[in-house]
């Protein structure tokens, strides 16, 4: 079973510029949440999506946003881009009930540096 | 909303002493409390988890224990080995709310041979 999946790996962006990222969950998982990794800080909640829909957001401003699409697979869309948004973004999934199944999945991360 | 934090943020300890990291969280309702492991360089991957039904869990030489009443919940890893080395996370949710898990800063564990 493929695991979560996130493109691309590593992504250079110059400040102002737009960042896409791409994540693709396990098959049948419903749920993908973001996650802000900053270099030797915790995971911060960013977005979970779930069934298409945005059911929560963390303490990030607008311009990060993203969707999720019908087979599931999201994106995540940082506009504007500043520095202090360089970090690893790791994505993971589970199905509506991650405490049933242990939790979630995560993926390896999109790597985002900005210049 | 669930605010977790995490104690101590690095921890080293000789092979084959025991490890202990704790958490506390803020959101009474939080009913689902994993750990995750980060190897450098790796993807956080889950290594225990215990629901608010359960006061301890344990896992050959990890344990987990859950104290509801003063909201807090602790890792213990026994007989630590090199390979523990890792930066160690605990989270919080509420599963049958908001599925999104709130993580702690993480606890930078260090085993020296």
């Known amino acids: 079973e493929a695991g979560v999946t996130q493109s691309p790996t590593h992504l250079i962006k110059t400040r102002g510029q737009q960042a896409t990222l791409r994540c693709s969950p396990i098959?049948?998982?419903?749920?993908v949440y973001w996650y802000q990794q900053a270099l030797g800080l915790g995971l911060q909640f960013l977005l979970w999506?779930?069934?298409?829909?945005?059911?929560n957001r963390g303490n990030f401003p607008p311009r990060f946003s993203g969707r999720q699409f019908p087979n599931y697979s999201s994106e995540l869309n940082v506009n504007a881009l500043e520095l202090e948004d360089s970090a690893l973004y790791l994505c993971?999934?589970?199905?509506?009930?991650?405490?049933?199944?242990?939790?979630?999945?995560f993926g390896s991360g999109t790597r985002l540096t900005v210049v | 909303g669930e605010n977790v934090e995490q104690h101590p943020s690095t921890l080293s300890v000789q092979e084959g002493d025991s490890a202990v990291i704790k958490c506390t969280y803020s959101?009474?309702?939080?009913?689902?409390f994993p750990w995750y492991k980060q190897e450098l360089g790796k993807r956080p991957q889950l290594i225990i988890d215990?629901?608010?039904?359960?006061g301890e869990k344990k896992d050959q030489r990890i344990a987990v224990t859950l104290n509801k009443t003063a909201k807090h919940f602790s890792l213990h890893i026994t007989e630590t080995q090199p390979e523990d080395s890792a930066v160690y996370f605990c989270?919080?949710?509420?599963?049958?709310?908001?599925?999104?898990?709130?993580f702690g800063a993480g606890t930078r564990l260090t085993v020296k041979p």
């Open positions: 993971a999934s589970s199905n509506l009930f991650p405490a049933q199944v242990g939790g979630y999945t």
């Open positions: 098959s049948g998982h419903t749920s």
């Open positions: 999506y779930d069934e298409g829909e945005e059911r």
């Open positions: 959101d009474s309702a939080s009913n689902y």
């Open positions: 215990i629901r608010s039904n359960v």
């Open positions: 989270a919080a949710s509420i599963t049958y709310n908001n599925n999104d898990m709130r």
